[in-house]
């Protein structure tokens, strides 16, 4: 609403920034809090905080005004889209702790299935439907959200990993696991900065989009090869590359189904976008988890 198309992948890239700064200042904040006192103070940091970005976007975020459109809210779909996702991310948590054979897991995700059924009929008939299932027979947008899905699903494991090698292995405070992660962190500024300026000049994202791919997956190999006596440099710099994979995956997928998709959907994609990256980063940990018991 703000930007222009030609406009909108500087901005992405701002957002990416605004994200890993976030991400880097959070944890070193909160191993502090951890270490000094207690965790139970960070959701004492977190409020104060949470209260002044309501204030700054209460007061300095314009309306943008569009001419009326006839339809209403489609609660049917918010409600039956909510029933269906709230079980299967809460299934998968369980996953985290107790496996994919533990029962509760499957009650949860077959609950959280049979209303995701009941969602997509209720979308084929809605007038203005909360996900416009003839979205997905773009194939633009559809390869976007697969994409992102299984992007963020290394990105999870990444995330939640890493600091537990540097606690449990590397006997690191919580303070030092959160700057020992800030490698990850640099590669993912930078690539996401560099990414949103290169598409907003030269209009091309798709070979931006199949090397932060690639890198990523070269970067995840890397990885996997950490082992107890692997020194810091050697996996400040796998850290790195990983980062520098993952980083245009924030702006650029943005840029391309917002292009993708008519301007009355716009909202409606971009949030679609969101959707499978929270999903795909839930999945990922769930996985995750269940491969590390598995292991050891």
């Known amino acids: 609403d703000l930007f222009t198309p030609a406009e909108r992948g500087k901005y992405q890239g701002f957002f990416g920034l605004v994200f890993g700064v976030a991400f880097i200042l959070g944890p070193l904040i909160g191993g502090f809090l951890t270490d000094t006192f207690s965790w139970h103070y960070i959701f004492f940091v977190n409020l104060p905080i949470g209260l002044i970005a309501l204030v700054v976007i209460w007061r300095l975020l314009p309306n943008i005004r569009h001419a009326e459109r006839a339809g209403r809210i489609d609660w049917a779909g918010v409600v039956t889209l909510t029933l269906g996702l709230v079980p299967l991310l809460i299934g998968f948590t369980v996953a985290e702790t ?3 054979g533990d029962p509760y897991f499957w009650a949860w995700a077959g609950a959280g299935l049979f209303f995701l059924a009941i969602f997509v009929l209720v979308e084929r008939r809605s007038p203005e439907p909360v996900i416009p299932l003839r979205l997905f027979r773009n194939r633009t947008f559809s390869s976007s959200m697969v994409s992102i899905f299984f992007a963020t699903f290394g990105f999870g494991a990444v995330i939640i990993f890493l600091p537990f090698y540097f606690l449990i292995v590397q006997g690191a405070t919580t303070t030092e696991s959160g700057y020992r992660f800030l490698p990850f962190m640099l590669g993912l500024i930078l690539s996401s900065i560099a990414s949103g300026q290169i598409v907003s000049r030269t ?9 932060g791919l690639a890198i990523l997956i070269v970067g995840m190999g890397l990885l996997t090869q950490l082992r107890v006596g692997t020194d810091d440099f050697t ?3 796998w850290m790195f590359v990983a980062g520098l994979g993952i980083g245009p995956t924030f702006a650029v997928f943005t840029i391309v189904v917002q292009n993708a998709v008519p301007f009355q959907d716009l909202g409606a994609a971009t949030s679609d976008l969101t959707l499978f990256r929270q999903i795909g980063t839930t999945v990922g940990i769930a996985v995750a988890f269940t491969l590390f018991r598995l292991n050891f």
């Open 98 to 100: 107790d496996g994919f």
């Open 203 to 211: 209009g091309r994202y798709k070979p931006i989009i199949l090397g």
């Open 235 to 237: 996996l400040a710099i």
